[in-house]
């Protein structure tokens, strides 16, 4: 069976970033633990899915992603200053919570779901990276498709974000999608 629009894919990867001797592994799916998702439901990136189309059990696969294809370009505008108080639950700052290099989520102005990590820590401000933490990065993958079969309804429908992830139609914050997606 191929991989095609609403079949179940399970697959095993290697995920590295940087160029040449400087790839450093940032992920891995394992057999123990593979990524599992129904394709064309906009779950992962478009272009991810583009190179895994027409694959089959046992195939092997080895491409890039670029940061245009990814997650962008990093983004100076998208580290930000927020008052330390909007922080605060109940007049105060936790500390289980808020410490440099959690990722945070967040909500913007417009209701859309962020992920922000902690910069920096002054005594009135926060600094927040809102950028996606591949954001900038060229992304290596390596695996082998594992699974594929047809999806059920009910995955199908748990996959679906009726969104495509970095397109206009979507409302993409800087981890992945807002409210409505799965990315």
Known sequence: MKISTNKYV???????????????LVEQATLKKPLEFVFGTHA???TFENYLEGLE???????????????GEYDEEKIIDLPKTIFAI???????????GNMIPMMDADGNRLMGSV?????????MDFNHPL????????????????ATPEEIAAFSTGCN????????????????CNC
């Open 10 to 24: 399970t697959l095993t990867y290697d995920l590295h970033v940087g160029e040449g001797e400087e790839r450093e």
């Open 165 to 180: 992830c970095g397109s206009d139609d979507c409302d993409c914050g800087s981890e992945g999608c807002g409210s409505g």
């Open 119 to 127: 910069m920096a820590i002054e005594d009135d401000v926060v600094t």
């Open 135 to 150: 954001a900038g990065e060229t992304m290596f993958f390596e695996g082998e498709v594992i699974g594929v079969r047809d």
């Open 57 to 71: 059990e046992g195939d092997r696969f080895n491409f890039s992603l670029t940061p245009e294809e990814a997650y």
């Open 90 to 100: 109940d007049g105060k700052i936790d500390e289980e919570v808020l410490f440099e």
């Open 44 to 46: 992962m990136l478009e």
